[in-house]
Nanobody, 124 residues
């Protein structure tokens, strides 16, 4: 059974930082591209970032470029998202997602490939 379990969300003030983690199991994590997707209240899913299986290639949405860093530890089957300089518009539920290699980089994968999500709230 494929499992993706996100953690690390919370309430933070604007300008603050959070580090999200995603523990993966049930598939060969080290052979899979991975993405982060977020969904703000009342809005559709937004692709945030992607990393290739080896961790050498990373991609970011313009809205987070320079503030967020995606990384992975294949020995620990864990995906990370370091989020700095957080803004209120970063508020939402953040999901890690398994991505087939041919899936378009900036398109969120189908919901079935996501974890259960972790809430990030940025507010003063």
């Amino acid at each position: 059974e494929v499992r993706l379990v996100e953690s690390g969300g919370g309430l933070v003030q604007p300008g603050g930082s959070l580090r999200l983690s995603c523990a993966a199991s049930g598939f060969t994590f080290g052979s899979s591209d991975m993405s982060w997707v977020r969904q703000a209240p009342g809005k559709g899913p937004e692709w945030v970032s992607r990393i290739n299986s080896g961790g050498r290639s990373t991609y970011y949405a313009d809205s987070v470029k320079g503030r967020f860093t995606i990384s992975r530890d294949n020995a620990k089957n864990t995906l990370y998202l370091q989020m700095n300089s957080l803004k209120p518009e970063d508020t939402g539920v953040y999901y890690c997602a398994r991505v087939l290699v041919w899936w378009p980089i900036t398109t969120p994968p189908p919901r079935a490939y996501w974890g259960q999500g972790t809430q990030v709230s940025v507010s003063s």
